[in-house]
Structures are given as C-alpha cells and as structure tokens.
C-alpha cells in the first residue's frame, strides 16, 4: 500500500509538472520576462549622470509655468506610477482629456500616449511640458529656468560631458528618459516564466490560461503585456458614450485617417491592478468590470463572475517591486529664475 501510495503521488506529480510547463510553454509564445537590465534607448546612451539629472528634472515643479506641476504630479511613484483620477489636472487647475498612463516600465511601450503620437519616452517628456493643460511652458523658458541654477548647470554638464552648451530642451528630455527607463518592476509573472511555479497561485494559472485562450493574448502581449498595437475600441461591440466618449477619436488626431477613428495603443497591464480608473477615459473603477466590459467589447465573450475573478487574480501577479528612488534635493531659485504664472494661455 505504502508503494501504490508513492506510485500515486510520484505520478500527480509529474502531471501537474507537465500541466505547469505545458502552460508555461504555453505563455511564452505570447509573453516575455522583463529584462535584468536598464534597456538600451535609441540615441540615448544610459548613464548614472544622466539617470540622476533626469530624477531631479523629473520632480522639479518648475519645469512647468506655474511652478507647481512636475512629471510626478501625473506619475506618482507611489501609486502604481499614475495620478489614479479620471483624468488629469494641470495648469490653472485645467482637467485633461484622458487618463494618465504609468511610467512604470513605459520604455518598453511600442510608442507612448494612448494614440501613440509620440515614439519615444524623450519625445513624449517635450509634450506634457508645453501643453497648455498640463505644464503650459515652452522650452526657451525651461532652458532659461534651468541655467539660472547654477547646479544644474553642473549636472548637465556631467550628463552631457562632449557638449559645450548642454543645457537645453533635447537633453532634459532625453535625461527624463534615461532616468524613467530605470522604472522596470519585476513581478510574480516574471518569476513564473523564469521557472519558479510556486510564484503564480492556482487560481492566477488559471486566469492565465482564459487570458491566453479568450484571446485576450492577441493584443495584449509581449514583455509589457501590452503597449504595441493598435485596436478599435469596440471592435466587436462599441462600448455606450459613457465609457468611450465620442469627442475623443483616438488615433485619428494623429493619423486623420478613418480607419483610425476610436482606436487607441493596446494599454500595457504590468501593475493594472494599481492604476485604476481605467481605459482612455478613465471612466471604470472596479477592474473586474474593465475586464469584462472588455471581453464583451472586443472579444465578443460574456465572461461570468468567477472566470473574470481568475483573469483579475492573473492581472494581479503583474504587480511588480518599483525601484527605491531617494527623492533629490534640488537646486534653489536665484535672482534670474522666472517667476511662476498661473496664467491660462
């Protein structure tokens, strides 16, 4: 008895061996751990200089016209690296017309913005600096506020050793790159792909497999879960105004093209359970509602109460360590540096 005993446990076992790396197998022809490393920028070489420059930039109120408004006020680094309001607010207290994004492992988006108007995180750092709803500055007024810190002055210069003049809009941008390519979280997920079984729950491997066999893979993939892609809104089933607004045609502001009215970026899930509210428009609160109004919307599946617990219960083990970042003490005003205006253009 004690031998059929063993025979039984040594082959449960081996199935539920077989079944983890089956699915693991599974999950890797559509998803991919994050890196160990601070991934290469394009044209932006990664330096410590450079990565401690663009956090002292990145937390400086006074890259905006009012003096009030940082890249951390729209990406709090506490928060899952977002505001967690229905959309943002900005420069005389202006609201925004979508919900903010996280920077938390944003470098490996395919573009940044939710129409993807911008390729890159250095190019998406000029756009929230000069918008008139958000920092309302201009990049003369940031050049001129940074070079009347005699300090800063100093951090470009090691950031941006080879140059004569180094302050200017192009290098805070691409230091604000540097240093929000460093926000990589690595996650439960990441260990389950790298082999370790035990970081995912039963019920996680199950909301993984109706993730992957639902199809909700097709769109949201790759290292970031998502992040790459363009897709209709609706593809199936158009969400109500309530939820899609329909002043907001996403891609199109950017492509003028039909085809591309109502279609947005494929959000990236790593930390989605930290982000709330969600879509574009930052109308849904609960995530299990997100999860099922998605699956109705573009799947054309009804997902009952316990399969969408299992696929939020998955979404759950994409929540990652953020790095520790020492908040920088920064340099003081001088007699040269603008003064703030809360003035609304």
């Given at each position: 008895m004690r031998l059929l005993?063993?025979?039984?446990?040594?082959?449960?076992?081996?199935?539920?061996?077989a079944q983890a790396d089956e699915l693991r197998d599974s999950a890797k022809e559509y998803f991919a751990p994050l890196p160990s490393t601070v991934p290469a920028l394009k044209d932006n070489r990664v330096t410590p200089e450079k990565i401690a420059l663009g956090k002292a930039l990145f937390f400086d109120p006074r890259i905006s016209?009012?003096?009030?408004?940082?890249?951390?006020?729209?990406?709090?680094?506490?928060?899952?690296?977002?505001?967690?309001?229905?959309?943002?607010v900005?420069?005389?207290?202006?609201?925004?017309?979508?919900?903010?994004?996280?920077v938390l492992n944003a470098v490996l988006n395919e573009a940044q913005f939710w129409d993807g108007r911008a390729e890159d995180l250095k190019a998406q750092a000029k756009g929230p600096v000069q918008a008139g709803v958000e920092m309302a500055n201009t990049p003369e007024?940031?050049?001129?506020?940074?070079?009347?810190m005699p300090a800063y002055g100093n951090w470009?210069?090691?950031?941006?050793?080879?140059?004569a003049d180094p302050v200017s809009f192009d290098n805070m941008a691409m230091a604000i790159e540097a240093f929000?390519?460093?926000?990589?979280t690595p996650a439960p997920f990441d260990a389950w792909l790298n082999g370790d079984d035990a970081a995912l729950s039963a019920e996680q491997k199950a909301g993984?497999?109706?993730?992957?066999?639902?199809?909700?893979?097709?769109?949201?993939?790759?290292?970031?879960?998502?992040?790459?892609?363009?897709?209709?809104?609706?593809?199936?089933?158009?969400?109500?105004?309530e939820i899609l607004p329909p002043g907001d045609k996403g891609r199109f502001a950017v492509t003028e093209t039909a085809d591309d009215e109502y279609v947005f970026r494929a959000a990236p899930l790593r930390n989605i359970a930290q982000t709330a509210p969600y879509f574009h428009s930052g109308k849904v609160w609960d995530l299990k509602v997100a999860v099922q109004i998605m699956a109705e919307s573009q799947l054309g599946e009804a997902l009952s109460d316990a399969e969408a617990d299992q696929v939020v219960a998955f979404l759950g083990s994409l929540t990652g360590a953020v790095p520790e970042v020492a908040?920088?003490?920064?340099?003081?005003?001088?007699?040269?540096?603008?003064?703030?205006?809360?003035?609304?253009?």
């Amino acid at each position: 008895m004690r031998l059929l005993a063993s025979l039984l446990c040594a082959t449960t076992a081996l199935v539920g061996a077989a079944q983890a790396d089956e699915l693991r197998d599974s999950a890797k022809e559509y998803f991919a751990p994050l890196p160990s490393t601070v991934p290469a920028l394009k044209d932006n070489r990664v330096t410590p200089e450079k990565i401690a420059l663009g956090k002292a930039l990145f937390f400086d109120p006074r890259i905006s016209a009012s003096g009030v408004f940082s890249c951390y006020s729209c990406h709090n680094l506490t928060t899952g690296g977002d505001d967690n309001m229905e959309t943002s607010v900005g420069h005389g207290w202006q609201k925004g017309p979508r919900n903010s994004p996280t920077v938390l492992n944003a470098v490996l988006n395919e573009a940044q913005f939710w129409d993807g108007r911008a390729e890159d995180l250095k190019a998406q750092a000029k756009g929230p600096v000069q918008a008139g709803v958000e920092m309302a500055n201009t990049p003369e007024n940031v050049v001129v506020t940074l070079k009347s810190m005699p300090a800063y002055g100093n951090w470009f210069k090691a950031a941006f050793p080879d140059q004569a003049d180094p302050v200017s809009f192009d290098n805070m941008a691409m230091a604000i790159e540097a240093f929000e390519a460093t926000l990589i979280t690595p996650a439960p997920f990441d260990a389950w792909l790298n082999g370790d079984d035990a970081a995912l729950s039963a019920e996680q491997k199950a909301g993984l497999t109706l993730f992957i066999d639902k199809g909700c893979s097709s769109c949201h993939s790759g290292v970031n879960v998502g992040g790459h892609g363009y897709y209709p809104f609706g593809l199936i089933e158009k969400p109500g105004a309530e939820i899609l607004p329909p002043g907001d045609k996403g891609r199109f502001a950017v492509t003028e093209t039909a085809d591309d009215e109502y279609v947005f970026r494929a959000a990236p899930l790593r930390n989605i359970a930290q982000t709330a509210p969600y879509f574009h428009s930052g109308k849904v609160w609960d995530l299990k509602v997100a999860v099922q109004i998605m699956a109705e919307s573009q799947l054309g599946e009804a997902l009952s109460d316990a399969e969408a617990d299992q696929v939020v219960a998955f979404l759950g083990s994409l929540t990652g360590a953020v790095p520790e970042v020492a908040l920088p003490v920064l340099p003081a005003e001088t007699a040269t540096t603008p003064r703030p205006t809360a003035e609304v253009r």
